[in-house]
Antibody, heavy 121, light 108 residues
């Protein structure tokens, strides 16, 4: 059974960098599929952050591209998100997900439980 | 950017009734990349439909998706108590992937 689990600090100071990791179990990320990050501010809708293939190919939301980096570590079977220069607007639940196929345009078929990140001094 | 507009914002129905949810794209899109998700309070979104009309693994057949071009529909044929939730449509074929604002299906 494939499981995804996000981890990282729940509180980040403004202007600092948010770093999250998504640990994958039950499936090797190097076997295929795109892996993505999506966030949801409290009480609001969903926003796609970006997606990565195990080989390192990435696709980013243009609105976040200048601040986002995705990476994948096949030896640890996890992938990561860094978001720099955070502000209060980056406060959200952050989800990692496995996409439905090896096409980065595909739907998000499996999701982690999500982790709440608050940006505050 | 493809903007997805969902209607209605809230749908008040009784168990056993039929629910029809709409998702309209700001321009014609490929059905291959149109998906629907269900999210219950405090829970993770769950993929229901991908490719506009294909049910994801384990999704009951009371859920169906249809549409093409700019207009897409999610239909729940007979509402079960566990179906009362928020539903989002999503399009992955543009840059960026975008989500609709959601339709809440509540108990009448």
């Amino acid at each position: 059974q494939v499981q995804l689990q996000e981890s990282g600090p729940g509180l980040v100071k403004p202007s600092e960098t948010l770093s999250l990791t998504c640990a994958v179990s039950g499936y090797s990320i190097s076997s295929g599929y795109y892996w993505g990050w999506i966030r949801q501010p409290p009480g609001k809708g969903l926003e796609w952050i970006g997606s990565i293939y195990y080989s390192g190919t990435t696709h980013y939301n243009p609105s976040l591209r200048s601040r986002v980096t995705l990476s994948a570590d096949t030896s640890k079977n996890h992938f990561s998100l860094t978001l720099s220069f955070v502000t209060a607007a980056d406060t959200a639940v952050y989800y990692c997900a496995r996409q439905h196929s090896g096409d980065y345009k595909s739907a998000f078929a499996m999701w982690g439980q999500g982790t709440m990140v608050t940006v505050s001094s | 950017e493809i903007v997805l507009t969902q209607s209605p914002g809230t749908l008040s129905l009784s168990p056993g009734e039929r629910a029809t949810l709409s998702c309209r794209a700001s321009q014609s899109v490929s059905s291959s990349y149109l998906a629907w998700y269900q999210q219950k309070p405090g829970q993770t979104p769950r993929l229901l439909i991908y490719g506009a009309s294909s049910r994801a693994t384990g999704i009951p057949d009371r859920f169906s998706g249809s549409g093409s071009g700019t207009d897409f529909t999610l239909t729940i044929s007979r509402l079960e108590p566990e179906d009362f939730a928020v539903y989002f449509c999503q399009y992955g074929g543009g840059s960026p992937h975008t989500f609709g604002q959601g339709t809440k299906v509540e108990i009448k």
